[in-house]
């Protein structure tokens, strides 16, 4: 069973649309995360979630809109799609939020394309 | 200045060599350090935390922290191709955020 799921894999869509991408995991984590990878590889985390809470909201446009319908579940809503939101759009999962020791568990990203 | 840096690469290391992958920090206050692997069109994966001074071996691999100089490094020995991939370090900071450095990406030449 995959352990953190996304999708969807791929998307590529016109400037202006307004798309969502989703995000599970299985692994009974209480804490999910959103990061976005650019061309250069740089991982820059974008929001981050504890038992359905919002914990971390990093500078990122209002058009990007994170919901946590429950613990295993965190999707990525956007609005307004621009083309400098081509990317890879990472979910991540951890046991809980607060132990410094915490490791993170990667979903294998959705690919957004913004022609 | 970025919370975490790394040199970008590309390194190219001879198969059988050893790989070395050194990563700094800004924030003094940080508390854990991740290596993360990365394969092209996959999603990061962790290979290596540390949490404290020193070294810390897993097989191949050998994690070295140094808080005093906010330096971390990982050490790949008996270098493989399938090694091949960009290497995450991660910091984990006081208050409790994940920071990714660039990445650096490693070749092992057969």
Not at chain 1, 45 to 53: P, T, V
Not at chain 2, 41 to 50: F, N, R, T
Not at chain 2, 79 to 90: E, G, K
Request: one cysteine or more; aromatic letters at 12%.
């Amino acid at each position: 069973d995959t352990a953190v799921s996304q999708t969807p894999k791929y998307l590529v869509t016109q400037m202006g649309n307004d798309k969502s991408i989703k995000c599970e995991q299985n692994l009974g984590h209480d804490t999910m995360y959103w990061y976005k990878q650019d061309s250069k590889k740089f991982l820059k985390i974008m929001f981050s979630y504890n038992n359905k809470e919002l914990i971390i909201n990093e500078t990122v446009p209002n058009r990007f809109s994170p919901k946590s319908p429950d613990k295993a579940h965190l999707n990525l809503h956007i609005n307004s799609l621009e083309l400098g939101d081509s990317a890879v759009y990472f979910c991540a999962s951890s046991q809980d939020w607060g132990s410094l020791q915490e490791t993170q568990y990667f979903g294998p990203g959705t690919r957004l394309l913004v022609l | 200045q970025k919370e975490v840096e790394q040199n970008s690469g590309p390194l190219s290391v001879p198969e059988g060599a050893i790989a070395s992958l050194n990563c700094t920090y800004s924030d003094r206050g940080s508390q854990s350090f991740f290596w993360y692997r990365q394969y092209s069109g996959k999603s990061p994966e962790l290979i290596m935390s540390i949490y404290s001074n020193g070294d810390k071996e897993d097989g191949r691999f050998t994690a070295q922290l140094n808080k005093a100089s906010q330096y971390v490094s990982l050490l790949i020995r008996d270098s493989q191709p399938s090694d091949s991939a960009t290497y995450l370090c991660a910091v984990n900071n006081r208050g409790n955020q994940f920071y990714f450095g660039t990445g650096t990406s490693l070749t092992v030449i057969p």
